[in-house]
């Protein structure tokens, strides 16, 4: 249901193309075709944390760069520190998640600019 609600609001608010997963290894299988601009993943998914997934995603080649943000009622702030990840406390307001996507966006985006 979760999934369904951030897609709708991202879509909707924000005007964004967005793919959705149901669990990890669907992840995997979406990006073969489309290099997103963010990922947002929750911490429990079926067959991997969401952490897990990162890290899968992020040995993949053209993944580095793309910033991601966790969502969990129980974040684990050590890994997300460890991994420059950003974190969202659930339960979440929908302003606040929008709120976190366009800023890390901005973030991620001055970041390739000055990488260049």
Do not use: W
Not at 23 to 51: C, K, N, W
Request: hydrophobic share 45%; proline share 4%.
């Amino acid at each position: 249901m979760i999934r369904e609600l951030v897609q709708l609001a991202l879509t909707e608010e924000e005007h964004n193309s967005v793919l959705c997963a149901a669990h990890g290894y669907e992840a995997l299988e979406l990006v073969r075709t489309t290099v997103p601009d963010i990922f947002l993943l929750d911490y429990q998914l079926p067959s991997m944390t969401g952490i897990q997934l990162y890290d899968r995603l992020h040995l993949m080649r053209g993944f580095q760069h793309i910033p991601a943000i966790i969502m969990s009622a129980n974040l684990p702030l050590y890994e997300l520190e460890k991994r420059n990840l950003f974190g969202l406390y659930k339960p979440f307001d929908l302003d606040e998640l929008l709120d976190l996507v366009q800023r890390v966006l901005v973030i991620s985006s001055r970041l390739r600019i000055d990488h260049k």
